[in-house]
Every structure is written in C-alpha cells, then in structure tokens.
C-alpha cells in the first residue's frame, strides 16, 4: 500500500532530475560584466526587445533563446584604397571606435543580428571614407586636411550609424600612403614652403629691427634738438661753475685758476 503511494512521488522526482540532467544548463545564464541580453520566448510574442537583461544571474525557460551583447566601446582597423580628387588612388588605414546603444540591443538583434560590425559597421565606414576622400587632393590628406577629413568621416557615418542604434566614438586616419614619386614631390614642396615661410619670417624681423632704429634715431635727434635749443651760454657757464664748486670742495689736492678757461670759467689743475 505505501509502495503504491510513494510511486507516483519516486516518479515526480524521477522526471525532475531527468530534467534537470537534461536541461539544467539551459534554464540559468549570466550576463558578465559590459554585457547586455535579450530574450527570444519561442512560444510567447518571440523577441522581448524592450526588456533588455541587465549584468547578472538570470533564469530562463530551457525552450527560449538568449542573445547576448557586448555593450562596450570596441575598436577596429579598416585597411581600403580610396580615389582621390584628382584620381590617384591612396591606401589609407583606418582606426574607428563603436558599441551598441545600450537598451536597443533587442531592436539591434531584430534588425541587424549579432554580426552588425560585419554586415553595417564595416561597410557604412568604407563607403563614407572613400566618399570624403574623394572630395580632396592627395596633399591635403597627406597634410594640411587630414583632421578636418577624419571630423567628415566621424560626422557622416555618426549620422548614418545613429539610425541603426549604433554609437560611433571616434574615427582616426593612422596612415596614408601615397605613390611614392608624388609622396616626395608633396614632401619637397612642403619643404620648400617651410624655407620660404623662414625667408618671410626674416625679412619681417629685420624691417621690424630697421623700423626700430629709425624710431630710435628720430628720437635722439629730437632730445637733442630740444637740449641744443635749451643750452644758452649763461647755462653752461652756470653749469660750469657749479661743476667746479663740487670739485673744489673734493679732498683731493688740486690747484684752481679763476677766470683762465673758454669763456671765463675757472681752470682746474690736478697734482
């Protein structure tokens, strides 16, 4: 009687643990650390895109799906050729940093799938850099553009990206290679705008230096025009006398003649 009564419990647990053997991995997952998740119910309304798994241990019915994302900023190389304004082709090796918007992930797995980068990322970013870069000569990405090129590429793809839920962080151009006889013609022509900027730079410290003088000398002429105006023969014969009163008082041994110097003014006679 207690056998019969304690079968069906022995096959309760039975079937427990023959499914917990089965599917005992597929019912709990963890969502680490820069991960998102979103969950596909296979007999509910399929795709839960807007209950997004936060980090952390989650229970799932062993029939659903989970997806998860790597939410942090990523980086990768992109290596193409690219035609520039005159046609010249330039190999250029690109530096782009990207993740997915956070809470979208369920809208990004419903649109774009897991290899986003591949199928979106990548191609958007090609496209617009060869555009851009078809917008100028090969000096100016080779110099004097090159920021202001990498912001038309940021900007662009930013744009195009954000419509697909996708953040684009930076974009940098770490090399530019060009046909190496037009690489030394734009290198010997930066060299030669150096020289002449240093030639320019020279002639504009040496009129500064002669404008200076000028100045200067204009300025001498005029204190002395005003002190030959203001030295009247009784000045300097007041000045005189005064210069042979203080050296006259001096200790220094010494023999005065009154009246025996140019316009009357007293001799002084040292030992």
Known sequence: MNNQKLNPFVLAALFTFVFVLLFGTRMTYTVGPGERAVVFKRFGKGLEKDKVKDQGFHFIAPWNEKYIYNVRIQEDLSLMDALAKNGLTIKTELSYRYKPVDDKIGYIHDDLGLNYHKNIIIP???????????????????????????????????????????LLDAVLIRDVTLPKTLQDAIESKLKQEQVAEQYDFKIEQAEKEAQRQIIEAEGKAKANRILSASLTDNVLRDKGIEATVKLAESPNSKVVIVGSGENGLPLILGN
């Open 124 to 166: 958007e970013i090609r496209s617009v850099t060869r555009e851009v870069i078809g917008e100028y000569l090969p000096e100016e990405l080779y110099s004097t553009k090159r920021e202001v090129i990498e912001d038309e590429i940021y900007e662009r793809t930013k744009m195009a990206l954000a419509q697909k839920n996708l």
